[in-house]
């Protein structure tokens, strides 16, 4: 375990970004129950946390991925700190919509960057990778190399990592699930039963 996934997963749980409930378990958009909620957007309303992502990121990009040429946000969460991080390289900066509008130029992709340019998308959350891997394609599809995939969260789970391997695209996330709940049994936000439960949960899913 990192010293950053561990602060971030600590930061996230105190601003209430991701939310714990093995007792009373959320309903996703896809009916899946889930003992966990996550929405990073909320970071950006506390500018320590909001800071302490972007720097993480950036210090990511530099030390691993310094050929990148571009930013590219997946819409819609990853916009905002994608933003952030072209800003702080001083990179040129541009989205993915999940569609393509239906009206005027029918972009898929916002924003102008060069042509066959090196690429990394920024998501703020990773679960199936389904809309990551989307973006992935509509930007290889538009000639350009995506250097990989970086998020601020995932959950870890099993058909993520197969899709990106398949995929032959690399990811990485300042944070992930197994982190987060032993931070959460650190700071008493779940009890060691409940973390037994957690850590069920994501094994079955």
């Known amino acids: 375990m990192s010293l950053v996934a561990s602060e971030i997963a600590e930061k996230l749980l105190q601003i209430k970004a991701i939310k714990l409930s093995p007792q009373k378990p959320f309903i996703w958009a896809s009916g899946k129950e889930s003992p966990i909620y996550c929405d990073n957007r909320i970071s950006l309303s506390y500018p320590k946390v909001r800071s302490y992502i972007i720097k993480s990121f950036v210090e990511t990009i530099k030390d691993q991925f310094s050929q990148t040429e571009a930013i590219i946000g997946v819409a819609t969460a990853g916009i905002p700190h994608g933003a952030l991080i072209a800003d702080a390289l001083e990179l040129p900066f541009a989205y993915v919509r999940s569609k393509a ?3 005027g130029r029918q972009n ?5 960057i060069k042509a066959a340019s090196k690429v990394l998308l920024i998501e703020d959350l990773i679960s199936t990778g389904g809309s990551s891997m ?3 394609h509509a930007l290889r599809e538009a000639g350009h190399e995506v250097l990989g995939v970086l998020a601020i969260f995932e959950y870890g789970f099993k058909q993520a990592a197969m899709l990106f391997e398949k995929e032959q695209c690399e990811y990485q996330t300042l944070s992930n699930y197994d982190t987060l709940i032993e931070e959460a049994v650190k700071l008493n936000y779940v009890s060691e039963e409940e973390l037994l439960f957690l850590q069920n949960w994501k094994s079955s899913s």
């Open 101 to 103: 509008k239906a009206h």
């Open 108 to 112: 898929l992709i916002e924003g102008e």
């Open 134 to 136: 989307k973006a992935v």
